[in-house]
């Protein structure tokens, strides 16, 4: 919101609650937690502010607002230029670990792929190094994919993948959860 549109817009909350224009250190308050809002969508938060609140709304009201009109980043894609057969280009491994206190069950938990750009990208797991720090189990990983996957071309990858869309695509297929008379 610029500054121009944060006065008029400031201006009409405070006429349409009927409070004062806010002074200048709380005033600064307000300015920065609606910075944020694109000037495009001022009049339709506006209008939300006048539906969902009775008195003027408080900075930290308008904050949590305002992130409904805030629009998120852009995710950025990664992928591989190269088949990573350690993950399969998922940039996610896979491992088994029990947990006494829980139960002797197996869990499966996942890892992200220390050795691609998609599994480097997966901020959101501990990289598999991290928790093998030997890197167990990841060769012998590699060296079995390779051996099932390997000889596999990228026309022939291509191929299979464009089966399996056409196969999922019919209208009447496996997947099709209408009824048929």
Do not use: W
Not at 16 to 37: G, M, Q
Not at 76 to 93: P, Y
Not at 103 to 112: G, M, Q, T
């Amino acid at each position: 919101m610029t500054k121009e549109q944060f006065g008029l817009f400031l201006r009409d909350l405070c006429v349409y609650f009927c409070k004062e224009i806010p002074k200048d250190r709380i005033l600064s308050e307000y300015a920065k937690c609606l910075s944020p809002v694109p000037n495009e969508k001022c009049d339709s938060f506006y209008s939300y502010l006048v539906r969902h609140f009775k008195f003027f709304p408080k900075i930290t009201e308008l904050e949590d607002a305002a992130r409904l009109f805030i629009p998120e980043p852009v995710k950025k894609v990664v992928v591989n230029s190269e088949l990573c057969f350690c993950c399969m280009n998922s940039g996610l491994i896979p491992y088994n670990r029990k947990i006494p206190e829980l139960s002797n069950r197996e869990y499966v938990y996942y890892a992200a792929c220390p050795n691609c750009a998609v599994g480097n990208s997966r901020r959101e797991l501990p990289n598999y190094n991290s928790i093998f720090p030997d890197g167990r189990g990841l060769a012998e990983l590699k060296k079995e994919n390779e051996k099932r996957f390997g000889h596999i071309t990228k026309p022939q990858a291509e191929q299979a993948k464009q089966q399996v869309l056409s196969f999922l695509r019919q209208e009447d297929g496996p997947l099709s959860f209408e009824k048929s008379t």
